[in-house]
């Protein structure tokens, strides 16, 4: 990847998975994060919520390398993710 800025969007308008689907996505993610994916009550903010820690597991696997069973994504007391 060449350095500066990249821009990633994700359409979820299209995308409407059955319970079991959903559930199984969000099997991906480390546990502690499920509660931010399912504290929600629509299921459009279910939907970005998923998408969004994808998402940030895609970019640090992709630009730093580290497989995703080894990356840590926490949050600072105002919200920001890191490493």
């Known amino acids: ?6 821009r990633w969007a994700v359409d979820i308008s299209e995308w409407n998975p059955t319970s079991h689907q959903f559930s199984f996505v969000v099997s991906l993610l480390p546990q502690h994060h499920h509660s931010s994916v399912t504290r929600f009550v629509k299921m459009e903010d279910r939907k970005r919520a998923l998408v969004n820690w994808l998402l940030q597991y895609a970019l640090v696997h992709q630009v730093l390398g580290i497989p995703f069973h080894q990356i840590i994504i926490r949050r600072t007391i105002e919200g920001k993710p890191y490493l």
């Open 1 to 6: 990847m060449e350095k500066g800025v990249e």
